[in-house]
């Protein structure tokens, strides 16, 4: 893991207007890349990963970086600096699409941060994220493993779903299409933390709306479907209507960052109320409720650690990745749930009771 150029360069004196740390030139403050042609294999796969998000934010807008940025783009990606580059880049490097300019970039940040700290501002953020240390080819590694530890996590009750309930249980199937809804935006999760790019993030937001509405659309199979399958089938479709909507107004329309944020919030709510309110229902027939509201309660509780948004700490650490870690637990309280849920279903079934 390389951080050049966390102290500022000492042939060049930035000056500091109220906005931060400026230089007028940064010739002495282009790092030097070292980081493998791209295999054949992987070149049509990261034709589309190679846009990385443009997302402005303070510190990518400053002078200091932008000239290291150019400088160290014009003196070490092109010609026979450009061939050592990639000569020397390691392999899983060049696999998950890091290039000659991403790797001024990086560079070039902690150069700025330096001279932030230097002058006493507060870090800024670039492009839209904190500055993090790079861990091999993860760009955020601590968001990354809690991502795959909430993936493995997910995985390992889905087994024990599996080995515990009879396939016979109304709810099997639905339950085994929300787990594997939700490993997949945990796999997304997970390869957007260790690469940011234009499709990365796409499909890390797409995957986390498809599992809130899911867990819609399970609920409205637990509290109406059983009865009235209908129901749940024309509420399936209006979710699957609405999840489209999204992913094409943010693909082809605009990216809105603001909007995502408030219609994930909106579906959010109405899966945490509905939940709460067949929770409320059962509290007196069903001794296993609780594990039901206090998973949809931590679980949207738990998100307001996002609001922290501090600097990371060791420059791992942020509030999105302590978030992610507090998730993990839940899964195991939430199988749990299931698992109760699914074989009360099973022996009411079999007894011709009414479901609740």
Partial sequence: MRTVGLVPPSSRRAFVSPDGP????????????????????????????????????????????????????????????????????????????WTCRDDCRYQCMWTTVGLYQAEGYRVPQFHGKWPFARFLCFEEPASALASLLNGLACLLMLLRYRSTVPRQSPMYHTINAFSLVSLNAWFWSTVFHTRDTYLTEKMDYFCATAVILYSIYLCCVRTLGLRRPGVSSMV??????????????????????????????????????????????NRRTLPYWWKCGLVVLLLHGLALLELLDFPPL???????????????????????????????????????????
């Fill in 22 to 97: 400026r230089a007028a030139a940064m010739a002495a403050a282009s790092p030097r890349c070292t980081s493998v042609r791209l295999p054949a294999l992987a070149a049509v796969v990261l034709l589309l990963m190679s846009a990385t998000t443009v997302q402005s934010s303070q510190g990518d807008k400053e002078p200091v970086y932008r000239d290291c940025v150019k400088q160290c783009v014009r003196t070490n990606c092109t010609g026979a600096r450009l061939r050592g580059f990639q000569s020397a880049q390691p392999q899983y490097m060049a696999l998950t699409g």
């Fill in 236 to 281: 399936g479709v209006l979710l699957i209507l609405a999840f489209t909507s999204h992913v094409s107004y943010l693909t082809f329309v605009s990216f809105d960052y603001g909007y995502n944020m408030a219609a994930n919030a909106t579906i959010g709510m109405v899966n945490l109320l509905w939940w709460l309110c067949w929770c409320w229902q």
């Fill in 314 to 356: 060791l420059w791992i650490l942020d509030a999105h990745a302590v978030w992610h870690l507090s998730t993990i637990p839940v899964h195991f309280l939430f199988y749990s749930f299931l698992i109760d849920d699914s074989l009360y279903l099973l022996n009411t079934e079999k007894m011709g009771v009414k479901v609740e």
